[in-house]
């Protein structure tokens, strides 16, 4: 492959975090990609920059395998078994050369060649996975639709109280469960079959008046958004305000932030879901953490995490497990040995003056000539190594 391969670009308007906002809405499943492979690739897009995206340009990184599986915190076998799965998905063209030697040139900005992993595959694939994209959004909804419209069918033979029709309704769905039903043909036939049985007992003596109550009084009512309260009503909120908290987050934070609008909470709840995604915090995970904390607090953590992941891998106070790290957090805030608030205003301080000065009495003193960062993975080391791996 041609160590000068260049692209037409990506459609106007559209940035490289949108780029990547589109590959992580995709997921596995939309990309058939493993989570390694999905990590890399991630990585490879974050180590480009904007103008790498223009029409005509080459958009290429030659970091060496080694330095990429100690970014990732993963083995250079994993590495490259993941560039081969992105490139037999069309993804990504690995320009190396026989020895397998990765270098490149960039001049006034532009690069001029380069022998390594070339994203021009991606870039020229964008309108496809647009398109893909689009396409599992409205299955997404026709499922969530499908699902509700199975339960109501079910309650609707549950009140009819006639114990025939009640074990046909159990023969389609045995368990009554329909969440781990994913397919929409499916859940389509189990539809039908709940409404010719409703069919039936509409004729029934014994059929509840229920029954035959206008559709539009029992159509199932489809959230399309996430509340970014729900969670936060029971926490008291953070006090930092998200404008500041954005600030003092990485270049990367904030551009995923400001690809969803506003400088606000919805937008740093989101970025901040997205990176924990990205930096292998399980949905678990963050949902209790939304769940004890409030989304805006379970976010500024995030944010916190992420700014102390890219620690150089050499960094004694790098925490390498984001997920204990959210949880030994959780678990310091909830006993009150924790000082979110605190931490982030001494952030605040600290950018403010070149040099952050004591935090509160309830943080680490931090040590002469060391930085704010420097104390902030040194708290968030010391929640991962209280954590364990067992975690």
């Known amino acids: 492959m041609s160590a000068t391969l ?29 989570s390694t492979a999905t990590r890399v690739l991630r990585h490879y897009v974050w180590r480009s920059r904007d103008e790498d995206y223009r029409a005509g340009r080459i958009c290429a990184v030659w970091d060496r395998v080694c330095r990429t599986a100690d970014d990732l915190d993963l083995c250079s076998r994993a590495i490259n078994d993941a560039e081969r799965e992105l490139e037999t998905k069309g ?39 647009k398109a893909a994209r689009e396409a599992r959004s409205l299955e997404q909804q026709a499922v969530a639709e499908c699902k509700a419209e199975i339960r109501r069918l079910r309650r609707l033979i549950r009140e009819g109280a006639i114990p025939a029709m009640v074990e046909r309704a159990d023969a389609i769905l045995p368990d009554g469960r329909v969440a781990p039903i994913h397919r929409i043909e499916r859940l389509r036939a189990i539809q039908a079959g709940l409404q010719a049985v409703l069919a039936e007992l509409s004729c029934e003596p014994r059929a509840m008046k229920t029954s035959d109550r206008p559709e539009e009084n029992d159509r199932p009512n489809i959230q399309n958004h996430h509340s970014s309260r729900s969670c936060s009503e029971r926490r008291s909120e953070a006090t930092i ?17 400001s690809s969803h609008g506003d400088p606000g909470w919805p937008s740093l709840i989101e970025a901040s879901r997205q990176t924990a995604s990205w930096l292998g915090i399980g949905q678990r995970t963050w949902g209790k953490a939304c769940a004890m904390l409030g989304r805006e607090r379970a976010a500024l953590c995030v944010l916190v995490i992420d700014r102390n992941v ?27 040995g924790f000082n979110l608030d605190g931490l982030l205003r001494a952030f605040q301080r600290d950018e403010l003056a070149g040099s952050g000065p004591a935090a509160k009495a309830s943080l680490p003193e931090p040590e002469q000539g060391q930085t704010m960062a420097s104390l902030t993975a040194q708290i968030l ?7 364990g791996d067992a975690a």
Do not use: F
């Open 6 to 34: 260049t692209h037409g670009g990506l459609p106007k308007g559209v940035r490289r975090v949108d780029l990547l906002s589109l590959v992580e809405n995709l997921g596995k499943r939309g990309l058939g990609l493993s």
């Open 91 to 129: 993804l990504i063209a690995r320009t190396t050369g026989g020895n397998g030697a990765r270098s490149g040139l960039r001049s006034a900005g532009a690069i001029r060649w380069a022998a390594g992993i070339n994203l021009a595959p991606l870039i020229e694939r964008y309108a496809q996975l």
């Open 241 to 257: 305000a998200p404008r500041l908290a954005l600030e003092l987050a990485s270049e990367e934070y904030r551009l995923i932030a």
């Open 310 to 336: 890219r620690l150089q891998s050499s960094h004694r106070y790098r925490a390498r497990h984001a997920g204990k790290c959210l949880s030994g957090m959780v678990r310091r805030a909830t006993s009150g």
């Open 381 to 387: 080391s010391r929640i991962d190594t209280s954590i």
